[in-house]
Nanobody, 117 residues
Framework: VEVLESGGGLVQPGGSLRLSCAAR????????MSWYRQAPGKQRELVAV???????NVVNSVKGRFAISRDDAKNIVELQVYRLEPEDTAVYYC????????????WGQGTQVTVSS
């Protein structure tokens, strides 16, 4: 199983980004793909998660600014982020797991998002 993220970068406050996550290999047994982030000196935290049936959960701290979606034909999950703030600066990780409430079993390598003027 392989999980690959892309789409991070440097963006000014108020800007937008689209992060993509592709999962490859024997992934049919996994029901949920999620985005976490980890800022320097902080623990990794859940941002958003989506199940195979399309149900989603976006954490309250970013609700209204972050949106998660999936394209099953391409086996990718995207995180669209709007109105970025400096506090959103972190490494964003994609995770593959069994459910929305379980810790991911596989992780990508992470993609850096830096929000700065």
């Amino acid at each position: 199983v392989e999980v690959l993220e892309s789409g991070g970068g440097l963006v000014q406050p108020g800007g937008s980004l689209r992060l993509s996550c592709a999962a490859r290999g024997s992934i049919s047994r996994f029901n949920a793909m999620s985005w976490y982030r980890q800022a320097p000196g902080k623990q990794r935290e859940l941002v958003a998660v989506i199940s195979r049936d399309g149900s989603t959960n976006v954490v309250n701290s970013v609700k209204g600014r972050f949106a998660i979606s999936r394209d099953d034909a391409k086996n990718i999950v995207e995180l669209q982020v709007y109105r970025l703030e400096p506090e959103d600066t972190a490494v964003y990780y994609c995770g593959l797991g069994y459910s929305q409430t379980s810790w991911p079993v596989y992780w990508g390598q992470g993609t850096q998002v830096t929000v700065s003027s």
